[in-house]
């Protein structure tokens, strides 16, 4: 539609006929009236069509009449029209080859652009299609051509105490013969370098911390104790010196020279007391104020005193030993990645924990069981009555030779026996399904867990699968919320506590039926006081 602005356009030229009486009425054809606003090109880049209208009038009345009743030639209506270059998508330099030998990618940006080469929002330029491409295969030389050689591990550089190893990595040929290292893949190229001797040594020498200064101004001396001392695993240090385990050669200096400056100086270096630790455990690092001052003892901008006599402002600080939660917390705490016993600190107690899979993202923590093996088992019994409704030889468990037994044992008899227990610190629970540290003496099937029994000897209570805890001399006892729950036909058990729950000897049974720690509670521990 025309709006209204365009009525009122300015004529630049018109044609008037006029042929007399008998001629026709005098008209005039509306010639270059100018391209309305309203009608602007049909495109916003590149060319298009912008058009106007012509029509042909009666010059008395204004009235529009037909194109025929114009003599003249009728001007064009529409016009050509270019907006300049539409926005491209525009493809940028690739990148280099993924590899450095063997078939790999190339990519490259894809950025829409205006006319003026500039970068604008993409919703601009047209969708994308696939004849753009984006990613290339490559090839570089044949990996095969070029591999990594490994040398030899070299030694630890310390016997304890987190040392580290190297070996030599170079790139060779298929002739053994070095080359340059960028022709061998750079992604598959072996370690130089690793830790080694992760943990603490069992004996160090201490540093305690420097005296002040023996003179204000001038030369003088600080002195410091040197003792040797016992470390735990954890990497803490025992109170006490140690006359023997530390080398006299590694022995650190116990006196040195210090100078504030000289005395005649104008201004020189003023010490104030250290402060406290800034870790309520473990080592830290405590501040002083270090400022200068004038003869007179006021204070002065620091650039009037000699950089070169001005005292330490932090030291390293240790306040006491500063125990882990749980294994994840004590390689984070220490760096010590060798899977051992360490002493960890359970409800404000310290207990010792196996610490196993230290250089997995979550180790896991076991309790070493300091007596037998033979006193942590559980058993499914396999023997089987012929008569399942009785409880022969006084309900005391057949020997080798059963008379009263069927030839086949039960199929699902096992044995296993624990070294170690799988321990949840934050529930204070053992995680009886978890078998690392057991050894199935018999039974084909999967291995029975933790505190369980069982058996398919008899209907009636004559239970004979047994299983004994024994947690004497590692700071833990069952506890008394403790409880064992059935499963199976005419089960029945019988649970003993001995020492205060530290140890727990149990028979289960039926037919055929077994007993296992609730799991509603799990088998809870308590520290032993």
Not at 6 to 35: A, D, E, H
Not at 393 to 406: A, H, I, L, T, V
Request: aromatic fraction near 10%; glycine fraction near 8%; hydrophobic fraction near 25%.
């Amino acid at each position: 539609m025309l709006g209204k602005e365009s009525i009122f356009f300015t004529l630049y030229s018109y044609t008037f006929k006029y042929q007399g009486n008998g001629g026709k009425s005098p008209y005039f054809l509306l010639r270059n009236v100018p391209y309305p606003i309203a009608k602007l090109c049909s495109v916003s880049c590149e060319y298009g069509i912008r058009s106007r209208p012509v029509t042909c009038v009666d010059k008395v009345t204004g009235k529009r009449l037909g194109f025929n009743e114009c003599d003249d030639e009728r001007p064009r209506n529409t016009k050509r029209c270019y907006k300049g270059h539409c926005p491209q998508w525009k493809a940028g330099p690739w990148g280099k080859c993924s590899v450095n030998c063997g078939t790999g990618e190339q990519k490259r940006q894809i950025k829409c652009v205006d006319k003026r080469n500039r970068p604008i929002d993409p919703i601009y330029c047209p969708p994308k299609n696939n004849s753009i491409i984006t990613t290339m295969s490559c090839s570089r030389n044949d990996c095969s051509l070029y591999v990594w050689k490994k040398g030899s591990w070299s030694e630890c550089s310390r016997t304890c105490g987190f040392g580290r190893k190297h070996r030599s990595v170079t790139c060779v040929d298929r002739s053994n013969v070095h080359v340059s290292s960028h022709l061998c893949d750079n992604n598959k190229r072996p370690k130089i370098k690793r830790r080694c001797s992760e943990f603490p040594c069992p004996y160090i020498w201490n540093t305690g911390p420097w005296s002040e200064c023996s003179a204000t101004c001038g030369e003088g001396q600080q002195q410091r104790n040197v003792t040797c001392q016992a470390v735990t695993p954890e990497g803490w240090i025992l109170p006490g010196e140690i006359s023997y385990g530390c080398r006299q050669e590694e022995r650190p200096s116990q006196n040195r020279y210090c100078n504030y400056g000289h005395c005649a100086a104008s201004n020189h270096w003023s010490i104030g007391p250290w402060g406290q630790c800034n870790v309520p455990c473990g080592y830290g690092r405590q501040r002083r104020q270090v400022i200068c001052r004038d003869k007179h003892g006021k204070r002065t901008r620091r650039h009037h005193c000699y950089s070169l006599f001005r005292p330490v402002t932090r030291r390293r600080c240790f306040s006491r030993n500063c125990y882990a939660r749980s294994c994840l917390e004590l390689r984070n705490m220490t760096k010590i990645k060798k899977d051992g016993d360490y002493r960890l600190r359970v409800n404000d107690s310290l207990v010792t924990i196996y610490c196993r899979a230290m250089r997995t993202r979550y180790p896991k923590e076991y309790i070493s069981l300091t007596s037998s093996v033979n006193e942590n088992y559980s058993e499914i019994f396999g023997k089987r009555l012929q008569r399942p409704k009785t409880c022969p030889y006084e309900g005391e468990r057949p020997q080798y030779d059963c008379d009263m037994c069927r030839k086949k044992d039960y199929r699902q008899a096992k044995n296993a026996t624990y070294a170690k227990i799988r321990v949840n610190l934050s529930t204070l629970t053992v995680i009886t399904t978890d078998k690392f540290f057991s050894t199935q003496s018999h039974g084909r099937r999967k291995s029975i867990h933790y505190a369980s029994a069982g058996d398919c000897y008899s209907g009636i209570d004559c239970p004979q699968g047994r299983f004994s805890i024994n947690l004497v001399g590692t700071g833990f006892a069952v506890s008394g919320n403790s409880t064992w729950k059935n499963k199976g036909k005419n089960v029945t058990q019988r649970i003993w506590r001995l020492k205060g729950g530290q140890i727990i000897r149990g028979m289960c049974g039926g037919l055929c039926g077994r007993c296992y720690p609730d799991p509603s509670t799990g088998l809870q521990l308590v520290l032993v006081k």
